[in-house]
Nanobody
Framework: QVQLVESGGGLVQAGGSLRLSCAAS????????MAWYRQAPGKQRELVAT???????NYADSVKGRFTISRDNAKNTVYLQMNSLKPEDTGVYYC??????????WGQGTQVTVSS
C-alpha cells in the first residue's frame, strides 16, 4: 500500500508559477514510476508528466518547456514545477505511483486555478 499526499496548489495569475509536491508513504526506490495527472471541469483526467525510478521524464505536449517533474528519493517526494501558467492549466492535479507489482495508487488531488 502506498499513500500519496499532494500539496502546493492554489490560485495564480496567468504567467505565474506554482510548485506541487507529492509525498509518498514508501521509499521511492520501491516504486517503479510516478506521474502527475490533471482533470479540468467537465473533462477527462489527462497525463501531465511522468518520471521513472531512473529519472527519465516524459511530458504532455501542452506542458513541454513549461513544467518540470522531479523526484527527491531522500524525502520520498515528487515535485511538479509549473511555470508560465495558462488558464487552460486549471484543474485538479493528482499524483500517481506505479509499483513494481503493477499496482497504481492515487493521491487526493490538489486544486490549481489560473486566472486570466
Amino acid at each position: 500500500q502506498v499513500q500519496l499526499v499532494e500539496s502546493g496548489g492554489g490560485l495564480v495569475q496567468a504567467g505565474g508559477s506554482l510548485r506541487l509536491s507529492c509525498a509518498a508513504s514508501k521509499r521511492l526506490f520501491s516504486i517503479n514510476d510516478m506521474a502527475w495527472y490533471r482533470q479540468a471541469p467537465g473533462k477527462q483526467r489527462e497525463l501531465v508528466a511522468t518520471i521513472s525510478n531512473g529519472g527519465s521524464t516524459n511530458y504532455a505536449d501542452s506542458v513541454k518547456g513549461r513544467f518540470t517533474i522531479s523526484r527527491d528519493n531522500a524525502k520520498n517526494t515528487v515535485y511538479l514545477q509549473m511555470n508560465s501558467l495558462k488558464p487552460e492549466d486549471t484543474g485538479v492535479y493528482y499524483c500517481q505511483a506505479n509499483t513494481y507489482a503493477a499496482r497504481a495508487y492515487w493521491g487526493q488531488g490538489t486544486q490549481v486555478t489560473v486566472s486570466s
